[in-house]
């Protein structure tokens, strides 16, 4: 089965450069998640889109911005990188219908600020 | 505070053993509950997922179990296997427009020759 794609796997970026994760979620799922996940830490949710509009707001900072696009794809953009935006990003995604609403994750996108 | 803590925070067993994973929540009010497994550097994976009328829920050699009146779960492993070396993570659900994860800390697992 499908599963959500986030691309790409890994990034290095330079501070106060920018960077753009892709997250293409499982067909037919109507809501993405986005993650941050620190080293040894748990996952902290930034932003949530559902079809297409932003649907809830978590600790995203303001030097990030996400969208969701037509194809349900979504891009978080980070712009002004800081070392401390060193970490693991996720994005989930889910059938805002379904029993339990459950949510799929990808594989992450490791990005490193050097 | 976080909503959902787990423990213990790390464990070390011996492969072909038996251990049990403990998660305490005070999140409310409550949807589901579910138990991840995550790889280093991986996205986490479902294991199981429990809504509070369920009571235990197996998926292969994971059995899980859930207390709603006392807002406590557990996950055993059974026999375990060296590839069951990782993080384990409980994750409550907010019933919400959103239903929003509150995520324990995870407890990791080792498991050795």
């Known amino acids: 089965a499908a599963g959500v794609i986030q691309s790409p796997r890994h990034l290095i970026k330079e501070k106060r450069e920018t960077a753009t994760l892709k997250c293409y979620p499982i067909p037919r799922h109507d809501t993405v998640y986005w993650y941050q996940q620190g080293p040894g830490q748990d996952p902290q949710f930034l932003i949530s889109?559902?079809?297409?509009?932003?649907?809830d707001k978590g600790s995203i900072p303001d030097r990030f911005s996400a969208q969701q696009f037509s194809d349900y794809h979504s891009e978080l953009n980070m712009s002004s990188l800081e070392l401390g935006d060193s970490a693991l990003y996720f994005c989930?995604?889910?059938?805002?219908?379904?029993?339990?609403?459950?949510?799929?994750f990808g594989p992450g996108t490791r990005l490193t600020v050097l | 505070k976080n909503q959902v803590e787990q423990s213990p925070q790390s464990l070390i067993i011996l492969e072909g053993k038996n251990c049990t994973l403990q998660c305490n929540y005070t999140v409310s009010p409550f949807s589901n509950l579910r138990w991840y497994k995550q790889d280093t550097g991986r996205g986490p994976v479902s294991l199981t997922i429990?809504?509070?009328?369920?009571n235990t829920k197996s998926n292969g050699r994971y059995t899980a179990t859930l207390d709603a009146d006392t807002k406590q779960s557990s996950l055993h492993i059974t026999a375990s296997q060296l590839s069951d070396s990782a993080s384990y993570i409980c994750v409550v659900t907010v019933r919400s427009n959103d239903y929003k994860l509150s995520f324990g800390a995870g407890t990791t697992v080792t498991v050795r020759a």
């Open positions: 989930a995604s889910s059938l805002a219908r379904s029993s339990y609403n459950e949510q799929f």
């Open positions: 429990m809504t509070f009328s369920e």
């Open positions: 889109f559902y079809e297409k509009m932003q649907s």
